[in-house]
């Protein structure tokens, strides 16, 4: 099988901002256990900056690294440059992904824009 | 150099020491064509013979209806697209089951493409293959029932003798593919209808490819390879006479004492799956509990995704597989596993271990210890286990 890169099995192995954020304003889900993968992406977002950022994952090495590594990029960044992320970025970032695992990267810039998405609906809301 | 944890027996072997010392003077100085007539030739065809008559011994069947392929998977095309090809005006229907190897599976979706009609067998939720559901799908035009001996998954060990007293009263060939279970459980033909069965060197401690089909004196065959007289005219190509001789060392090797050995690495296997489904909540096992390979575990984590256990598994030097898609290739998980009824999310958390006789039960402490901590860091990472 192709390898992964030494940063894919460090954010792996030490996965950065796992479990739940008890204080979310903002949370995303994308994905299906029928293809293995789900990824939960909650975000606590104040005056327009993601300030705290947490994921759960089930899926393989690549999805845990990718999950991770997003939220790495996007804790401090405004709404509009977490949007501005491609899942490029985050392959890039970790030093490239196999190509069947491309779409790992593809869900985790989903699950960013999911969280960004259910944030602003309840902010509507609270309106 | 780390310590290596080998658990993926099923996978393949490691080449025995005495497997590579008897292949290697056909590598080097008697290299011979087994088809030319002076004695550097001839040495190669006493070679030939002697691994043919090793194999037959092995099986209980007599040296001329044992033919040398390339690989598991060719003899499985061969016994197949063979049969199928040889016996058309009898009819176009094959009976097969939903658990085969892909070698199998595919070569029968091949040959639906070719106007022959399949059904595909389901299995109980053991994996064993239902008798009653098999005696229903023969009908007059079926010509052939391939069933593997043992499967590679979840190790379940088919009803092969009874399959082949069904297949010999309706007159129907019966083909099994026993790559897993040849030089892991006894085989004799003498006392088993089977009219084709398929092997793999590189199972037992041989090399890699190099396989056999054995077929039954009077079964009606076509030849899959054209060309040389090889093999009696059914099997073209120069002969591999170094794989041959290894497979013909394997193979008696890996015979001699069968049973005790399998005693042995059945106590392996007691041991890990005791103690895996007494350590870890969630835990499936799959397949038979008793009716399974001596060395065969397979057990599904809930809440997370196999590929995910095989990494950190193999940070700490253990050998394992999985059937999750991940791991597959494709998005679906393993056919074997969603076969006998498991959902999808279960199927994809699944972890194979398979041990051989070389494997000691301090390598088990060593996986049960590793191994709780391993699930539990993942499960605390998955959004299914935190529903609960």
Known sequence: ?127 | MKKLYYFDNSATTKIDERVLKSMLPYLKENYGNASSIYSLGRESREAIDSAREKVAKALGCDGKEIFFTNSGTESDNWAIKGVAFANREKGNHIITSRIEHHAVLHTCEYLEKQGFEVTYLPVKKNGVVDIKELKKAIRKETILISIMYANNEIGTIEPIKEIGEIAKEKGIYFHTDAVQAVGNVEINLNELNIDLLTLSGHKFNGPKGIGALYIKNGVRIENLLHGGGQERGKRASTENVANIVGLGEAIELATENIEKKGEYVKTLREKCIEGILEKIPDTILNGDREKRLPGNVNVCFKYIEGESILLMLDRLGICASSGSACTSGSLDPSHVLLAIGLDHETAHGSLRLSFSKDNTEEEIDYLLEVLPDIISKLRRMSPLYNKE
Do not use: W
Not at chain 1, 18 to 31: C, P, R, T
Not at chain 1, 38 to 59: A, C, P, W
Not at chain 1, 98 to 111: E, R, V
């Open chain 1, 1 to 127: 099988m192709e390898k992964y890169s030494d940063k894919v099995m460090d954010h792996f192995m030490n996965p950065r901002n796992v479990g739940e954020l008890k204080d979310a304003n903002g949370i995303g889900e994308v994905g299906n256990p029928r293809c293995g993968d789900i990824m939960k992406m909650y975000i606590k977002v104040k005056d327009n900056v993601i300030e705290d950022i947490k994921f759960l994952t089930f899926g393989c090495g690549a999805a845990v690294a990718t999950s991770s590594m997003v939220t790495e990029i996007i804790k401090g960044k405004t709404l509009d440059e977490a949007l501005e992320i491609t899942n490029k970025d985050v392959a890039e970032a970790l030093d490239g992904l196999p190509p069947i695992k491309m779409h790992c990267s593809n869900l985790a810039q989903a699950a960013i824009k999911d969280a960004i998405e259910d944030y602003k609906e309840k902010k509507t809301k609270d309106f």
